[in-house]
Nanobody
Framework: QVQFVESGGEQVQPGESLKLSCIVS????????MSWYRQVPGKGRGLIAT????????YYSVSVEGRFTITRDNALNTLYLQMNGLLPNDTAVYYC????????????WGKGTLVTVSS
């Protein structure tokens, strides 16, 4: 069974850092490009960072580029997101999933982890 377990979210002040983790099970993690997504209440889930299956390339949305870093440990089936210089606009629930999803894959999401940036 496909599972994503995100963790590491908490409330922080602007400018602080957090590192999120996502433990993946149920498919061959090291075969897939993986991504972090985030969702603000009342809005859709948006893609913010992607990493290749071997971890040798990464891509970021304009809103996080230069502040966030996506990494992965294929031996641990774990995806990470280091977030530096957090802004109030980064407040959202963060999810991990495959970058390229089939219709079947779209049925599988974790509970996400809430990041709140507020002074």
């Amino acid at each position: 069974q496909v599972q994503f377990v995100e963790s590491g979210g908490e409330q922080v002040q602007p400018g602080e850092s957090l590192k999120l983790s996502c433990i993946v099970s149920g498919f061959d993690f090291n075969r897939y490009a993986m991504s972090w997504y985030r969702q603000v209440p009342g809005k859709g889930r948006g893609l913010i960072a992607t990493i290749g299956s071997h971890g040798d390339d990464s891509y970021y949305s304009v809103s996080v580029e230069g502040r966030f870093t996506i990494t992965r440990d294929n031996a641990l089936n774990t995806l990470y997101l280091q977030m530096n210089g957090l802004l109030p606009n980064d407040t959202a629930v963060y999810y991990c999933n495959k970058r390229w999803m089939t219709r079947e894959d779209e049925n599988y999401w974790g509970k996400g982890t809430l990041v709140t940036v507020s002074s």
